[in-house]
C-alpha cells in the first residue's frame, strides 16, 4: 500500500475494514495476521514520511541563505532535526 493509496482512501472516507479488505485484495492475499502486519507497517511508514516531509517543507519555506535571523536559524535547525529523527524512527 502506498502513500497515495492511504491518502486516497482517506480522502474517500473508506473504513479501516474497507481498507484492509483493499489492501489484501491489491496483494492477491489472504487475509492473515502477516498481511495485516504488512498493511500497518505500510501505513505507519507512510504517516512517518508524510510527518518528516511536514518537517522539510518548513524548512524549504524559511531558510535562508542570507539574512537569517538568529530564530530563523535555529528553528531551522531544529526542524531539519526533527526530520531525521522521525525518519530514524523506522530504523528502531
Same mark, same amino acid.
Request: overall charge negative.
Given at each position: 500500500?502506498?502513500? @497515495?493509496? #492511504?491518502?486516497?482512501?482517506?480522502?474517500?472516507?473508506?473504513?479501516?475494514?474497507?481498507?484492509?479488505?483493499?489492501?489484501?485484495?491489491?496483494?492477491?492475499?489472504?487475509?492473515?495476521?502477516?498481511?495485516?502486519?504488512?498493511?500497518?507497517? @505500510?501505513? #505507519?511508514?507512510?504517516?512517518?514520511?508524510?510527518?518528516?516531509?511536514?518537517?522539510?517543507?518548513?524548512?524549504?519555506?524559511?531558510?535562508?541563505?542570507?539574512?537569517?535571523?538568529?530564530?530563523?536559524? @535555529?528553528?531551522?535547525?531544529?526542524?531539519?532535526?526533527?526530520?531525521?529523527? #522521525?525518519?530514524?524512527?523506522?530504523? #528502531?
Amino acid at each position: 500500500m502506498t502513500r @497515495d493509496d #492511504i491518502i486516497r482512501m482517506a480522502r474517500e472516507g473508506k473504513s479501516v475494514v474497507e481498507q484492509v479488505h483493499a489492501y489484501v485484495s491489491a496483494n492477491n492475499t489472504d487475509f492473515t495476521s502477516e498481511s495485516m502486519a504488512a498493511m500497518v507497517k @505500510d501505513f #505507519i511508514a507512510a504517516e512517518r514520511e508524510a510527518c518528516a516531509k511536514v518537517c522539510d517543507e518548513w524548512v524549504k519555506d524559511h531558510a535562508k541563505t542570507d539574512d537569517c535571523t538568529y530564530a530563523d536559524c @535555529d528553528f531551522v535547525a531544529a526542524a531539519t532535526d526533527c526530520a531525521k529523527a #522521525i525518519r530514524a524512527m523506522g530504523n #528502531i
